[in-house]
């Protein structure tokens, strides 16, 4: 249970990064940044492995619980999250698009090798977010991203936007290969919280 709610809050902690992109024009590069990474982890032992520890999720487990007790301003990130879970179902059935997306994020993870890390990550978002618009954008529901128009005309920010999305549906297949769904979203609430608290002490 304990993977599976780390996998949740790989849903929420990309979900909430898009947020802060969106309406502030900055997000946690450090939270960002596993995100990244968990979309080259396609073969994984564990979720720590696919993470890089469950430290690398906190963001996400501050969200999840936040959300879970009803905070308000989280509400757009709880509305993506949805929105990804919903694309999940249609991903799964969808096995053309799943093979283009697993062979297009082996070849973009090694790109950049000889670049500064920044660097780098900037050049594989930029991969990954044509990627996303070529596959993930043809599912419905559409995520519509609701923010600053300064900031969402910024392809920097689109850019990281559509990655972070992306990331979000891998957390949310993992999240369904370990068994979740709604019965464990709709009643399983104080084993969520529990399992988050437990995240945030790593």
């Not at 450090?30 to 994984?44: I, Q, W």
């Not at 996400?60 to 993506?80: C, F, K, M, V, W």
């Not at 950049?112 to 930029?126: I, N, V, Y």
């Not at 949310?172 to 399983?188: I, K, N, P, S, V």
């Amino acid at each position: 249970m304990k993977e599976r709610t780390q996998a949740l809050a790989g849903v929420f902690q990309s979900t909430e990064l898009v947020r802060q992109a969106a309406c502030h024009g900055t997000w946690s590069g450090f939270a960002a940044t596993a995100c990244l990474h968990s979309l080259f982890v396609l073969e994984a032992e564990s979720t720590d492995a696919i993470y890089g520890g469950g430290g690398r999720v906190k963001l996400g487990a501050e969200t999840l619980l936040a959300i879970l007790h009803g905070e308000a301003r989280y509400a757009d990130s709880l509305r993506y999250a949805v929105g990804l879970l919903q694309i999940e179902r249609k991903f799964r059935r969808a096995p053309k698009i799943q093979d283009q997306v697993g062979h297009r994020l082996e070849e973009i993870a090694r790109l950049g090798e000889d670049l500064e890390p920044h660097e780098r990550e900037d050049l594989q978002a930029t991969e990954i977010s044509a990627l996303y618009s070529e596959t993930i954008s043809r599912l419905v529901p559409r995520i519509v991203v609701n923010g600053k128009p300064q900031y969402l005309k910024n392809q920097r920010t689109v850019n990281w936007v559509r990655t972070l999305l992306l990331a979000g549906l891998r957390s949310a297949t993992l999240w369904h290969q370990l068994g979740g769904g709604r019965f464990e979203l709709m009643f399983g609430r104080k084993t969520l919280i529990r399992d988050a608290q437990s995240l945030l002490m790593n």
